[in-house]
């Protein structure tokens, strides 16, 4: 009998191997967005077609790699994120066992594109089945580009156990979503399709947390936030009214890293407790930072698993710092952070850290990194965009003006509307004067301290919301011109326009197509100033034109962020008295007065113990 074992070929253990941490298409999404972040990419695009079947693809403004690094990435085990066994119980990398880019070259085809900063030109290598095709210089910007193809096209097996196009789709937009939410400060894109899906500009993490999940948590976030020496935690809760009855928006990271965690989601469960329905899960988005020494990620290949050196210690404290922040909401019943039983009789709380243990820890550099990691956090509590409501209540809907009914003679100043809401103006002393500076900023005060307010971001914001009611419904009235003006317009545009005319009625803007790529403007909004409306259209095309290339954005969206765009008033400004209290005013009472629709503020608070704590009081 001859002996019977042989080694497998190397592509076939390749593909075997690559089953653990390839499953499906979200899987590469998972590690190439990984990837990225580690390379220090502060831009990331993600581009599926065929929900990742036909591609995925991750584009990242980071590091780059050198030639022997392209072609070395490939290999398995490669890795230039850890060096020996030590290294692995301090991990700050996304990624630490050189699998990733080897498992994805052995069951799809690759094409790697990549650049360092020094070099002039980059390397880009075509690979299938854990085989080099081509390698070629490529002239590019610093990055790297990494197309997969044609996932599990060598192993049909699998292929058929993908499940269909929304199915997998989901699964991709899940593992963007738990990337996308833990480094606010990196932009990223997901476009599906040709579609875009999601667009995130840079921001707080509160702001990545609304652009993700919606508009509806803007107001209903509550801020966690507590630090000990052996761990901190921070992130937001759902209010309790935002439960829903489907487990969905829930999330922890821990040093950064999304888990799954059963035993921690029960610690937050519990401190919810009864102010939600038995049957409902609270929004959650929770990040722990603790030494790294005191966890396991190496627990399983997609490291979703971890283990903690101190499980019980863990639970509790996260329950404590849910609770605690519930109950300074005012939303369950106050209760001391420092008395909690359940935290308290803990070995690790009750008995203080030994000094060896304190120094070792603190002296980390790992320690170190991680603990100023929490960008997110801090720059949350630098631009503290929740209080604007210490300044006002907001007016129940069924109050607010129809901003858009006004009408106003044809000579109005920059900023004319006046408030037709008196009777719910709070906490506002009306002769207190208010402040421009620099013809730009508005400086309110207000009980917490002062605010000051970008007047073009404010009205951008105002006019945003007013053309959303606008177009749902409530048209703005139409001045009609007494000498209707005539523009001719290039083919392009003219197709453009055309498209936009009913939703440009709705908005106050009356156009007649002329024939010859000519418009007859008969009316124009009766708050806007008359007399340049040809600019007014031409610009407000321009800027549409400029968004033309979102495509996560409807044509009607397009038109109002143009539109609110072009029509607000700008930096520079001087205004009246009267003109900064009505743009005071209707600022608070949009739906989201802290944010421009792209995103950027409209204001900031400054609080006055903060200032009386600078000047030593
Ligand atoms: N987008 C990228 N930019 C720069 N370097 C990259 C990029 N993607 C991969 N690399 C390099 O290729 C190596 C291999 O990547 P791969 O994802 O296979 O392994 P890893 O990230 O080190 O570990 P893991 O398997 O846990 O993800 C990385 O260690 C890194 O040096
Ligand atoms: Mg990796």
């Known amino acids: 009998m001859p002996d019977i074992i042989q080694l497998l070929p190397d592509n076939i253990a390749n593909q075997i191997a690559a089953g653990e941490v390839i499953q499906r298409p979200a899987s590469a999404v998972k590690e190439l967005l990984e990837n990225a972040v580690d390379a220090g990419a502060t831009e990331i695009k993600l581009v599926v077609n065929d929900a990742g079947k036909a591609l995925v693809q991750v584009i990242d403004n980071g590091k780059g790699m050198s030639e022997t690094d392209a072609r ?196 937050v469960m ?111 509590n630098k631009s503290e965009l929740k209080h604007w409501r210490d300044f006002y209540e907001p007016v129940p809907k069924e109050q607010r003006p129809l901003t858009g009914d006004m009408l106003e003679p044809a000579t109005t100043p920059a900023y004319d509307h006046v408030p037709l809401y008196t009777e719910k103006r709070q906490q506002v002393q009306d002769d207190s004067p208010l402040q421009q500076l620099h013809a730009t900023y508005i400086v309110v005060q207000n009980d917490a301290g002062f605010i000051v307010i970008h007047q073009q971001n404010a009205h951008e914001r105002i006019l945003y919301e007013r053309f959303i009611k606008a177009v749902d419904g409530k048209p703005i009235a139409i001045q009609q011109s007494l000498f209707p003006q005539t523009m001719e317009l290039a083919a392009a545009d003219v197709m453009v326009l055309t498209e936009l005319l009913p939703d440009l009625h709705y908005l106050g803007y009356h156009l007649e197509p002329f024939g010859n790529n000519t418009f007859v403007i008969q009316g124009t909004p009766a708050d806007v100033d008359q007399g340049n409306e040809k600019t007014a259209i031409e610009k407000m095309l321009e800027q549409y034109k400029h968004f033309s290339n979102d495509l996560k954005y409807s044509k009607r969206e397009k038109l109002l962020r143009s539109l609110a765009w072009q029509q607000a008033i700008k930096a520079g400004k001087q205004l009246t008295q009267k003109e900064m209290k009505s743009l005071v005013e209707d600022l608070f009472i949009c739906a989201s007065p802290n944010i421009t629709p792209n995103g950027k503020p409209t204001y900031t608070q400054f609080k006055k113990y903060e200032l009386d704590r600078m000047f030593g009081r």
């Open 72 to 267: 070395m990435s490939f290999e398995r085990h490669a890795t230039s994120k850890i060096r020996n066994i030590e290294d692995l119980f301090h991990i700050k990398t996304m990624g630490f066992r050189g699998e990733a880019l080897a498992s994805i070259a052995a069951v799809a085809q690759v094409e790697l594109k990549s650049k360092r900063a020094e070099e002039t030109t980059g390397t880009c290598i075509e690979i299938d089945n854990s085989v080099v095709r081509r390698q070629e210089p490529v002239a590019m910007e610093q990055g790297t580009s990494i197309a997969m193809k044609n996932l599990f096209f060598n192993v049909p097996a699998r292929r058929n156990f993908l499940k269909s196009n929304p199915s997998e789709l989901r699964h991709i937009m899940d593992e963007f979503i738990r990337v996308a939410m833990s480094f606010p400060d990196i932009f990223f894109s997901l476009t599906s399709n040709g579609q875009q899906v999601f667009h995130l500009e840079r921001g707080s993490l509160k702001q990545r947390i609304v652009q993700i999940l919606g508009n509806n948590y803007n107001a209903k976030l509550v801020n966690v936030q507590e630090q000990t020496d052996y761990m901190n935690i921070y992130g937001f809760v759902g209010k309790p009214e935002t439960a829903k009855k489907t487990r969905g928006d829930q999330y922890f990271f821990v040093n950064n890293r999304f888990i799954k965690s059963a035993y921690l989601n029960h610690a």
């Open 270 to 380: 519990g401190a919810f407790d009864a102010m939600i329905a038995k049957d409902s899960f609270p929004m959650y988005a929770l990040f722990i930072d603790l030494d790294p020494a005191q966890l396991d990620i190496n627990v399983h290949p997609t490291k979703q698993e971890i283990k903690f050196e101190d499980e019980k210690i863990v639970y509790a404290f996260v329950q404590s710092a849910v609770k605690h922040a519930l109950a300074q909401f005012s939303i369950s019943p106050t209760l001391d952070f420092e008395l909690d039983s359940s935290i308290q009789h803990l070995d690790a709380v009750s008995k203080p850290f030994s000094d060896d243990r304190k120094t070792s820890i603190a002296s980390s550099s790992l320690y170190n990194t991680f603990s100023q990691k929490n960008q997110a956090h801090f720059i949350e």
